[in-house]
C-alpha cells in the first residue's frame, strides 16, 4: 500500500522495485510478502471500499 501523498516519482521507483521482486530476489519478496507469493499487482483505493464498509460498521 501506497500513500497517495508520496511524489510519483517515489510511487514509480517502489513500483518498479516489487514488479518483479519475486523473480530478481526471493528471499526479500518471502520478507515483504510474509510468505510465499507470485508477485505484487498494484490496485486502487476501491479494492479496499468492502474492507471500510465493514470496520466503519464494527464501530457503530
Same mark, same amino acid.
Given at each position: 500500500? @501506497?500513500?497517495?501523498? =508520496?511524489?510519483?516519482?517515489?510511487? #514509480?521507483?517502489? &513500483?518498479? @522495485?516489487?514488479?518483479? =521482486?519475486?523473480?530478481?530476489?526471493? #528471499?526479500?519478496? &518471502?520478507?515483504?510478502?510474509?510468505?510465499e507469493t507470485a508477485g505484487f499487482t498494484?490496485?486502487?483505493?476501491?479494492?479496499?471500499?468492502t474492507i471500510i464498509a465493514v470496520r466503519?460498521?464494527?464501530?457503530?
Amino acid at each position: 500500500v @501506497l500513500r497517495s501523498a =508520496l511524489p510519483q516519482d517515489v510511487q #514509480d521507483k517502489i &513500483y518498479e @522495485l516489487t514488479a518483479n =521482486l519475486h523473480v530478481t530476489d526471493p #528471499d526479500c519478496a &518471502y520478507g515483504v510478502a510474509a510468505g510465499e507469493t507470485a508477485g505484487f499487482t498494484p490496485i486502487g483505493h476501491d479494492a479496499y471500499e468492502t474492507i471500510i464498509a465493514v470496520r466503519r460498521s464494527q464501530m457503530n
